[in-house]
């Protein structure tokens, strides 16, 4: 999506000089600190946006929104990237997970909260018409953050219409500075300030004041009008005596005295939302459409620049509005005007405004077309929403005679979440193709072929979600059957659909066969994120197979098709570090683990937020630094995004695991009472963990034991360890063998050092002339590995590595600063030594470095 | 009551040219002359009455009233 951001709404606009000072506005502004927010509430031509743009610091986060951030994908992505530029660091990992699928506004905001709660600077963030993106899910999120403001974000609303947002509560908390159209509006004193050496008396000021009330637009045009006028009285009193719209009338005044050409040029460029040279050309069909911009922004007429460097313009929106109605007044058809529009933005490679211009000439077919061709660019870069939106310009009856672009909606809804009525649009496009084929219209009839096997996938999809895993299996196979050979994508989707079906049910086999076969598809179509994505899946499933070299592997092939750049390769080296962990090489693990953290966040998948802390706090446990796995796991807990796999691995049981180890039994059997008691592979962590629960409660866990080992013989990987925990609780040797045999070529060793002193005594018993045996002992005998110390040049003093350990915690800034009962200022004055001294600017960063320079486990 | 199709009258203040009938979809305008200006005509729905009170919003033309009309009873309804 970043390469997508139309740039010039992430720009300040530059104010004009010379306009009225109006020190009573500022001071109020001023006011940002303990202000929740500031709204700028007023109709259009109040001048809202030169008020806040003066408001805004400079290197503030502005956004100027548009319609299509109503899609709450568009408006935080433009709202995160804003804040990221700001402050660099601070939404990456956010902006991460948005981009990669659904997630939870509440979990994405929650991360860049965090970080910002302890920002050693402050950040001033402008949403400007923001009524142009203003709905129920926008708000949602906006209502989260208000509710969680930091203090060192200062936000301010411009809009055209109060937000729906808890006004109501700020206000009543004191929490609001609010700037109304009454504020705004220009007194007397402003109004005369305005036509300062025109050469008005202060009859004429008064007037205008009165007939204007002080509405800047009015005033605004009034000063165009009177340029170069003689009689500026006798213009004046006509404009006092009639009572036609005031900008309407203004308008009129400003046209007439203008030459033809440029008067035919504001109204025909009127209808596009931003001008630049070429596209004027194009719409007017005459050439200097670059000069013709500059020019009117040297006479002020009616143009705000958008960039700074004199590219993109757009019109006054109230002008806008003006000039589009007088152009349909007098024109009544426009239609060629924007069939030229959409020609040049479909050249220009925007096929939305494409789109916009070709259904607002009447061209559904065209936009039909235009939308058909765009829909595979857009699944790939996940903006299904952009396509959903198109389902309500293009009339059905021309969706039904086209069932490539039928299946491309069918495609949108789903990623929307809007299921009712698919199934009934799968039977109409089954309709279609069934009837006479020149009946139906495909732009790419290549595409054609491939909708049958579609149609059963999206069948498998929605059986899936409706809980029905058998169904999907079916019709999964149906797809697969039928797809036509090359059709990559499509064979991939049907199989991860089938694997994740078997997964639920615990057909491993089955599941991991479906991931390999998506797995390669994917290759073969060259999307090699998504190959990472299946492979952690994949070296998953193996791991529970007990193929521990297979899965290695898997995660070793998948980085050498990409190599570090891409995202998910991060995901490769925390998957890598498992493996390590598992054999007992914490060095190598922690190596793993560093990689991964160099590569960034755009390396990430969106569940490696979780994973890598995860991963970390097996190491520290490893080590024996049981409090600070304990606080990686909660901060893990925090990051954690679920995607539509089974969460086989639940993070509050490996939580569980820890405070079994801490010797805390209450806590650990506060969370055991919440795992159901139904034995099923998805629930087998859990039980496996309770089993070892038991086990440290002097409880019988034989049987439990027992029952779990009879159910997992096809999963290598969890029979091994109930191996291991028979073998103790029932002081079982012929278990403990068995363990031994399986795990022996894999190399495992961790799952019996782990277990400690009893462990080591069976296995010396047991075996003592086995080299397997001989080296797991090694193992466990070596010294606790000892983290390389601290080697800052300018080492953090004990009240700074303090604030660290409670940056790696999920507190915001306010409860950092309770904790260690300072201000939040002594909070964000340490946060930033600290991160100088890290070389770092960000929580994030903080964090993961200190992990690295081993700071945080004492 | 039927949420669909209906004929309404919207009362502004201020002049309005009749040419901007074709910019409010066709509504017919009328001066009044007491200074404000009626827009009437058949909206398809709530969103197109929604679309429509917008679209006076974004001109900053204050607004009077919003009334729905029964076609067969010339007289205005309270909505």
Same mark, same amino acid.
């Given at each position: 999506?970043?390469?997508?951001?139309?740039?010039?709404?992430?720009?300040?606009?530059?104010?004009?000089?010379?306009?009225?000072?109006?020190?009573?506005?500022?001071?109020?502004?001023?006011?940002?600190?303990?202000?929740?927010?500031?709204?700028?509430?007023?109709?259009?031509?109040?001048?809202?946006?030169?008020?806040?743009?003066?408001?805004?610091?400079?290197?503030?986060?502005?956004?100027?929104?548009?319609?299509?951030?109503?899609?709450?994908?568009?408006?935080?992505?433009?709202?995160?990237?804003?804040?990221?530029?700001?402050?660099?660091?601070?939404?990456?990992?956010?902006?991460?997970?948005?981009?990669?699928?659904?997630?939870?506004?509440?979990?994405?905001?929650?991360?860049?909260?965090?970080?910002?709660?302890?920002?050693?600077?402050?950040?001033?963030?402008?949403?400007?018409?923001?009524?142009?993106?203003?709905?129920?899910?926008?708000?949602?999120?906006?209502?989260?953050?208000?509710?969680?403001?930091?203090?060192?974000?200062?936000?301010?609303?411009?809009?055209?219409?109060?937000?729906?947002?808890?006004?109501?509560?700020?206000?009543?908390?004191?929490?609001?500075?609010?700037?109304?159209?009454?504020?705004?509006?220009?007194?007397?004193?402003?109004?005369?300030?305005?036509?300062?050496?025109?050469?008005?008396?202060?009859?004429?000021?008064?007037?205008?004041?009165?007939?204007?009330?002080?509405?800047?637009? *009015?005033?605004? !045009?009034? /000063?165009?009008? %009177?340029?170069? @006028?003689? &009689?500026? =009285?006798?213009?004046?009193?006509?404009? +006092?005596?009639?009572?036609?719209?005031?900008?309407?009338?203004?308008?009129?005044?400003?046209?007439?005295?203008?030459?033809?050409?440029?008067?035919?040029?504001?109204?025909?460029?009127?209808?596009?939302?931003?001008?630049?040279?070429?596209?004027?050309?194009?719409?007017?069909?005459?050439?200097?459409?670059?000069?013709?911009?500059?020019?009117?922004?040297?006479?002020?007429?009616?143009?705000?620049?958008?960039?700074?460097?004199?590219?993109?313009?757009?019109?006054?929106?109230?002008? *806008?509005?003006? !000039?589009? /109605?007088?152009? %349909?007044?007098? @024109?009544? &058809?426009? =239609?060629?005007?924007?069939?030229?529009? +959409?020609?040049?933005?479909?050249?220009?490679?925007?096929?939305?405004?494409?789109?916009?211009?070709?259904?607002?000439?009447?061209?559904?077919?065209?936009?039909?077309?235009?939308?058909?061709?765009?829909?595979?660019?857009?699944?790939?870069?996940?903006?299904?929403?952009?396509?959903?939106?198109?389902?309500?310009?293009?009339?059905?009856?021309?969706?039904?005679?086209?069932?490539?672009?039928?299946?491309?909606?069918?495609?949108?809804?789903?990623?929307?979440?809007?299921?009712?009525?698919?199934?009934?649009?799968?039977?109409?496009?089954?309709?279609?193709?069934?009837?006479?084929?020149?009946?139906?219209?495909?732009?790419?009839?290549?595409?054609?072929?491939?909708?049958?096997?579609?149609?059963?996938?999206?069948?498998?999809?929605?059986?899936?979600?409706?809980?029905?895993?058998?169904?999907?299996?079916?019709?999964?196979?149906?797809?697969?059957?039928?797809?036509?050979?090359?059709?990559?994508?499509?064979?991939?989707?049907?199989?991860?659909?089938?694997?994740?079906?078997?997964?639920?049910?615990?057909?491993?086999?089955?599941?991991?066969?479906?991931?390999?076969?998506?797995?390669?598809?994917?290759?073969?179509?060259?999307?090699?994120?998504?190959?990472?994505?299946?492979?952690?899946?994949?070296?998953?499933?193996?791991?529970?197979?007990?193929?521990?070299?297979?899965?290695?592997?898997?995660?070793?092939?998948?980085?050498?098709?990409?190599?570090?750049?891409?995202?998910?390769?991060?995901?490769?080296?925390?998957?890598?570090?498992?493996?390590?962990?598992?054999?007992?090489?914490?060095?190598?693990?922690?190596?793993?683990?560093?990689?991964?953290?160099?590569?960034?966040?755009?390396?990430?998948?969106?569940?490696?937020?979780?994973?890598?802390?995860?991963?970390?706090?097996?190491?520290?446990?490893?080590?024996?630094?049981?409090?600070?796995?304990?606080?990686?796991?909660?901060?893990?807990?925090?990051?954690?995004?679920?995607?539509?796999?089974?969460?086989?691995?639940?993070?509050?049981?490996?939580?569980?695991?820890?405070?079994?180890?801490?010797?805390?039994?209450?806590?650990?059997?506060?969370?055991?009472?919440?795992?159901?008691?139904?034995?099923?592979?998805?629930?087998?962590?859990?039980?496996?963990?309770?089993?070892?629960?038991?086990?440290?409660?002097?409880?019988?866990?034989?049987?439990?034991?027992?029952?779990?080992?009879?159910?997992?013989?096809?999963?290598?990987?969890?029979?091994?360890?109930?191996?291991?925990?028979?073998?103790?609780?029932?002081?079982?040797?012929?278990?403990?063998?068995?363990?031994?045999?399986?795990?022996?070529?894999?190399?495992?060793?961790?799952?019996?050092?782990?277990?400690?002193?009893?462990?080591?005594?069976?296995?010396?018993?047991?075996?003592?002339?086995?080299?397997?045996?001989?080296?797991?002992?090694?193992?466990?005998?070596?010294?606790?590995?000892?983290?390389?110390?601290?080697?800052?040049?300018?080492?953090?003093?004990?009240?700074?590595?303090?604030?660290?350990?409670?940056?790696?915690?999920?507190?915001?800034?306010?409860?950092?600063?309770?904790?260690?009962?300072?201000?939040?200022?002594?909070?964000?004055?340490?946060?930033?030594?600290?991160?100088?001294?890290?070389?770092?600017?960000?929580?994030?960063?903080?964090?993961?470095?200190?992990?690295?320079?081993?700071?945080?486990?004492? | 009551?039927?949420?669909?199709?209906?004929?309404?009258?919207?009362?502004?203040?201020?002049?309005?040219?009749?040419?901007?009938?074709?910019?409010?979809?066709?509504?017919?305008?009328?001066?009044?002359?007491?200074?404000?200006?009626?827009?009437?005509?058949?909206?398809?729905?709530?969103?197109?009455?929604?679309?429509?009170?917008?679209?006076?919003?974004?001109?900053?033309?204050?607004?009077?009233?919003?009334?729905?009309?029964?076609?067969?009873?010339?007289?205005?309804?309270?909505?």
């Amino acid at each position: 999506m970043a390469g997508l951001l139309v740039e010039t709404k992430l720009f300040r606009p530059r104010t004009r000089p010379g306009l009225v000072d109006r020190p009573r506005l500022d001071e109020r502004l001023l006011r940002k600190d303990g202000t929740g927010l500031t709204l700028v509430s007023a109709p259009a031509g109040f001048g809202k946006t030169t008020l806040v743009s003066e408001w805004a610091s400079d290197g503030a986060a502005w956004v100027s929104l548009e319609e299509s951030d109503q899609d709450p994908v568009a408006f935080w992505t433009y709202v995160l990237t804003a804040l990221d530029r700001a402050a660099p660091g601070v939404a990456d990992d956010a902006l991460t997970v948005l981009q990669s699928g659904p997630a939870p506004i509440e979990t994405i905001l929650a991360s860049v909260l965090n970080e910002l709660s302890v920002l050693p600077g402050e950040i001033d963030l402008v949403l400007d018409d923001y009524h142009l993106a203003d709905s129920l899910e926008i708000s949602r999120g906006m209502t989260y953050l208000l509710d969680h403001l930091p203090p060192q974000l200062h936000l301010l609303i411009s809009t055209r219409a109060d937000p729906a947002l808890p006004l109501a509560r700020l206000r009543a908390r004191g929490e609001l500075v609010e700037v109304r159209a009454a504020d705004l509006r220009f007194t007397l004193e402003e109004v005369s300030s305005y036509f300062t050496g025109m050469g008005l008396d202060a009859d004429a000021i008064a007037t205008l004041e009165e007939r204007t009330e002080g509405w800047i637009a *009015a005033l605004g !045009l009034a /000063a165009l009008s %009177l340029r170069g @006028r003689s &009689d500026a =009285t006798g213009f004046i009193n006509d404009f +006092a005596g009639d009572d036609r719209y005031i900008v309407d009338y203004l308008v009129d005044e400003v046209l007439d005295r203008e030459p033809a050409q440029v008067r035919r040029f504001l109204l025909e460029t009127s209808i596009v939302d931003r001008l630049t040279g070429s596209l004027c050309d194009a719409v007017t069909g005459q050439p200097g459409g670059r000069a013709m911009l500059e020019s009117l922004e040297r006479q002020n007429l009616f143009v705000v620049p958008l960039d700074d460097r004199r590219q993109w313009y757009r019109y006054h929106h109230l002008f *806008a509005d003006v !000039l589009r /109605a007088r152009l %349909l007044a007098e @024109r009544g &058809d426009i =239609t060629d005007l924007h069939r030229r529009a +959409a020609k040049w933005y479909d050249d220009a490679g925007d096929t939305v405004a494409a789109v916009h211009h070709a259904v607002a000439a009447g061209d559904v077919d065209h936009a039909a077309d235009l939308v058909e061709l765009a829909v595979p660019a857009l699944r790939r870069d996940r903006q299904e929403a952009t396509i959903r939106r198109w389902l309500d310009d293009i009339p059905e009856d021309v969706v039904r005679r086209r069932p490539v672009l039928a299946i491309g909606f069918v495609g949108a809804l789903m990623a929307s979440n809007e299921f009712p009525g698919v199934e009934q649009r799968l039977q109409d496009i089954e309709r279609q193709l069934a009837g006479p084929a020149d009946e139906l219209v495909v732009v790419d009839r290549s595409e054609l072929e491939r909708l049958p096997s579609a149609i059963e996938t999206y069948r498998a999809a929605l059986d899936l979600i409706a809980g029905h895993p058998p169904g999907t299996i079916e019709h999964a196979a149906v797809a697969l059957d039928l797809a036509i050979p090359g059709d990559d994508l499509t064979i991939a989707a049907a199989s991860a659909l089938s694997a994740l079906a078997s997964w639920a049910g615990g057909d491993i086999e089955s599941a991991h066969r479906g991931y390999a076969a998506a797995a390669a598809g994917l290759e073969r179509a060259g999307h090699i994120s998504d190959v990472l994505g299946c492979s952690v899946t994949l070296a998953d499933l193996e791991m529970t197979q007990g193929r521990l070299r297979q899965a290695e592997a898997t995660l070793e092939r998948a980085l050498s098709l990409a190599g570090d750049g891409i995202r998910g390769a991060s995901d490769m080296y925390v998957g890598l570090s498992r493996i390590a962990w598992e054999r007992n090489d914490l060095d190598a693990a922690t190596d793993y683990l560093r990689r991964a953290e160099e590569l960034g966040a755009a390396s990430d998948l969106p569940q490696n937020p979780y994973r890598w802390r995860l991963a970390m706090a097996r190491i520290r446990e490893a080590e024996g630094h049981l409090d600070s796995a304990l606080n990686l796991l909660d901060a893990a807990i925090t990051v954690y995004v679920g995607d539509f796999s089974p969460n086989v691995r639940p993070l509050t049981a490996v939580r569980a695991r820890l405070l079994i180890r801490q010797g805390d039994l209450s806590a650990a059997q506060e969370w055991a009472d919440s795992v159901p008691d139904e034995l099923s592979y998805l629930h087998e962590y859990e039980h496996i963990t309770a089993a070892r629960l038991m086990m440290a409660q002097r409880k019988d866990a034989v049987p439990l034991l027992e029952r779990l080992r009879a159910a997992a013989e096809d999963r290598t990987g969890s029979l091994i360890e109930i191996l291991v925990l028979q073998a103790l609780a029932g002081r079982d040797p012929a278990a403990l063998e068995r363990a031994l045999t399986l795990a022996e070529p894999e190399g495992y060793v961790r799952v019996f050092v782990a277990e400690g002193e009893p462990m080591l005594t069976m296995l010396q018993r047991l075996r003592p002339a086995s080299a397997y045996v001989r080296r797991l002992l090694d193992a466990a005998r070596q010294p606790t590995r000892v983290s390389t110390p601290q080697t800052l040049l300018d080492p953090l003093s004990d009240r700074e590595l303090d604030v660290l350990r409670l940056l790696t915690s999920e507190l915001d800034g306010p409860s950092i600063a309770r904790e260690l009962v300072v201000s939040l200022n002594t909070v964000r004055t340490h946060t930033k030594h600290i991160y100088t001294k890290l070389g770092v600017n960000n929580r994030r960063a903080a964090i993961r470095r200190a992990h690295q320079l081993g700071l945080l486990t004492r | 009551m039927n949420h669909e199709s209906a004929w309404y009258e919207i009362r502004l203040h201020g002049r309005l040219d009749p040419r901007w009938a074709a910019w409010f979809d066709g509504m017919t305008l009328r001066t009044h002359a007491d200074g404000t200006t009626v827009l009437h005509g058949p909206l398809a729905d709530q969103a197109a009455l929604h679309g429509l009170l917008q679209r006076l919003r974004d001109l900053g033309l204050p607004l009077l009233s919003v009334d729905r009309v029964d076609l067969d009873q010339p007289q205005r309804k309270q909505s």
